[in-house]
Every structure is written in C-alpha cells, then in structure tokens.
C-alpha cells in the first residue's frame, strides 16, 4: 500500500503522512469513509455524512473535510455549526501540506459563510434585576 501512494503523490507526501503520525493504510481507510460520505452528502443522508467525515477527520486533519463538513451542517439546517466548520477550514487551509485544497473551494467557502451570515440573526437580551 505505501508503494501505492508514494507512487501516485511521491515521497514528499510519505514523508508529510509520517510526520502526521499517520500509517498509509490509516489515511487509505480515510480516503473511503471521506468517498463514502460525499455519496451520502449527494443523497442527502447528512447524518450518515457527518459521521463518517468526523471518522475519517480523525485520522487525517484535512481541511478539505472541514469544507464538507460544513456543507452536510447547512444541509442539516445547523446555519451556526456550518459556518463554524468554513470558518475552520478558511483558517487551517493555508497551513495544510500534505495534499492541495480544491482549485475553488475557498472562494466556495468564503461565499457559504456570507450566506450563512445573512440567515444568522444576533440577540441580546438584558434583564433588570429587582432585588429581593
């Protein structure tokens, strides 16, 4: 298996999964549940996504499954948490090596949290105290 991936992404990227801490085989097993859940993000199984995406961001801290995590959020109408996990990827992306973020997926980012802004709404509350 490690001669697989070093192979497809080069040594460069066995050097970067060994400094995560993280066996091949483990970030292969990653690859699949993150594959799985996209499938149930297009089938709007949101539950289903949000769990293996929280599986496989166990293993490898992707921020590219932040992103998804955020859109299944929105799907689930959690507009808070969704913004949260953009919020998160938009701040761990520029330090993520071991593989590219999607060509688009930060513009797509910063545009979902404009929205998700837009449907959030701030209350404050102040109360009197009377005293006994």
């Not at 801490?21 to 690859?31: D, E, I, K, M, T």
């Not at 799907?75 to 949260?84: A, F």
């Not at 953009?86 to 513009?107: A, C, H, M, N, S």
Request: hydrophobic letters at 40%; a positive charge; aromatic letters at 12%.
């Amino acid at each position: 298996m490690a001669q697989r991936l070093e192979k497809k992404f080069g040594r460069e990227f066995m050097d970067r999964l060994g400094k995560m801490g993280c066996s091949p085989s483990r970030y292969v097993y990653a690859l699949k549940l993150t594959k799985l859940g996209l499938d149930k993000l297009v089938d709007a199984q949101y539950e289903d996504a949000l769990f293996l995406f929280k599986k496989a961001y166990g293993i490898v801290k992707s921020p590219n499954l932040l992103f998804y995590k955020g859109m299944t959020l929105k799907g689930m109408g959690r507009p808070l948490k969704s913004r949260e996990e953009f919020l998160r990827f938009l701040y761990y992306y520029p330090r993520w090596q071991l593989t590219k973020v999607i060509p688009g997926r930060i513009e797509r980012a910063k545009k979902e949290i404009a929205w998700l802004e837009s449907q959030l709404a701030t209350l404050r509350v102040t109360t009197v105290d009377k005293g006994d």
